[in-house]
């Protein structure tokens, strides 16, 4: 609970401190910057979540087998531990992506041209992104050990990243651009 209240206060300051720095909003309002986080978040992403691959699965019957089980029931696998470790999973990867979610909203709602998008082409495209990220992750955690690919996870991705872009549609309503 700290780590939460604490994380939440120093999101808040940090908020603060950001806001009446010209700098900050310069660097806010250019698109690369969006783009850029938009994309090394995605390569952070699969990293971490193949990073520990220990081996290539080439049996295709093992392939088979695995290719079966990457099409289970909804949140089945969490619950092999424990509810904490379920729990902790499935925040985990919410949020992972829904920082994704936010900086592809920024990357549309910021720039030149940012008047004439519309908030949800941000969240769509969020969505899509992160569709196809999950796919990509969770279809290569099928060729590699010692993950279990997971269809489900995909749909706990678009979820986190449709929320991230839902949040910053909501803050950029309500802040407005270039102020």
């Known amino acids: 609970a700290s780590d939460i209240f604490f994380g939440w206060l120093g999101g808040m300051i940090g908020v603060r401190v950001a806001r009446p720095s ?5 660097l806010l309002e250019r698109r690369w910057v969006w783009i850029c986080g938009s994309v090394c978040w995605c390569g952070l992403s699969v990293a971490a979540f193949l990073g520990r691959s220990e081996s290539w699965v080439v049996d295709p019957e093992v392939l088979n087998e695995r290719w079966s089980g ?47 998008q519309s908030y949800r082409s941000s969240i769509l495209w969020a969505l899509g992104i992160s569709i196809a ?22 749909g706990i991705y678009a979820t986190g990243a449709s929320a991230g872009a839902w949040l910053m549609v909501y ?9």
Request: aromatic share 18%; net charge positive; charged share 10%.
């Open 133 to 154: 990220l999950g796919l990509v992750i969770e279809i290569s955690q099928i060729y590699l050990k010692p993950f279990i690919g997971d269809l489900t996870d995909v």
């Open 70 to 116: 990457f099409f289970t029931y909804p949140l089945l696998r969490y619950y092999y531990t424990s509810e904490y470790s379920a729990l902790t999973n499935l925040v985990g990867k919410l949020m992972s992506f829904a920082l994704l979610g936010v900086f592809v909203a920024g990357s549309i709602l910021f720039g030149k041209h940012s008047a004439n």
């Open 22 to 26: 010209r700098f900050w909003n310069w």
């Open 171 to 179: 803050l950029v309503k309500g802040v407005a651009l270039g102020s």
